[in-house]
């Protein structure tokens, strides 16, 4: 991936516009849409805070999406439609997104058990040899989450790509809600896409990771940008650094291993926020598939 798609925020949520509604399932997604429109903007200072607050913002919506699935009338519609295609790319829409969902937290599960580990070798005040290992085994997984994150961000560009470029051809001849429901799972399938692409990139090391032979390498890298506040991940590499400095005393040496046990205390809790999130949007993803699936098949 370029620099430019690495850097580029993902954090942007399209708006269709929708015809004037009255429904109330309807309503209150616009509502929990112009909640994360407020979340877009909104400026706290942790990637990873913000990116907890957007995925609580997205299950509040995808449970309107399943109340306005649960409509009568919006099930009538679906019925009549079901053999077309826009049906599949919609139940396809969904599965690629569980797909994404459940790929990124398998890599983040594994990013935060090695970072545990690695606070545990220095908890013990292991061997320097152990040290040295658990460093390797987590800038090895962060490399691998690095790589592994931004694959689950191409896809979900892929799928936005397509989401743009595929026109909306639903015609009801009985009335227009049921073009009003494509059009707002179609927003919230963007907003999805966006906030999970801005939750994953929250975790992406914008230094390119290379291998550590341990101390040399690790202190020849050079500090933080000025004006620049690194992010949990980046965190954890500079007090890496901190760590394998030489120092004058016992004292210097003990303050940097509890900075490094406290930036990965840090990342853990962060991966856990996000894992919690993406956890119980993926069951609101496969609830709203589900959903559809026994409309159709009914």
Known sequence: MSDSDTNESPHHVRSVSLPSKTNPNISRIDEALRKIKVWESSSVTSKV???CIGLVGLGDLYKCVEDLIRLPLTQQGLVRHQNEKWVEDVLDG??????????ARDIMT????????LRSVLRRR?????KEEKVEAYVSCKKKMNKGLNKCVEDLKKLDKKLVSSPVLVQDNHNNHLEVVIKNLREVRASTVSIFQYSLMAFVSEQKPTKWSLVSKIVQKGPAKSGEEPDVVECVDVALRSLFRRV???ADEAKNVQLVQKCLEELEDG???VEVGLEC??????QTRVSLLNIFTQ
């Not at 969904?94 to 790929?103: A, H, P, Q, Y």
């Not at 292991?126 to 152990?130: D, F, P």
């Open 94 to 103: 969904f599965v690629k997104l569980i797909d994404v969902c459940g790929t």
């Open 126 to 130: 292991a061997e320097e040899s152990c």
């Open 110 to 117: 594994q990013m935060k058990e090695n970072a545990g580990e």
């Open 49 to 51: 805070e913000n990116a």
């Open 248 to 250: 004058s005393s016992k």
């Open 281 to 286: 949007i993926s069951r609101r993803l496969i």
């Open 271 to 273: 991966i856990e926020g």
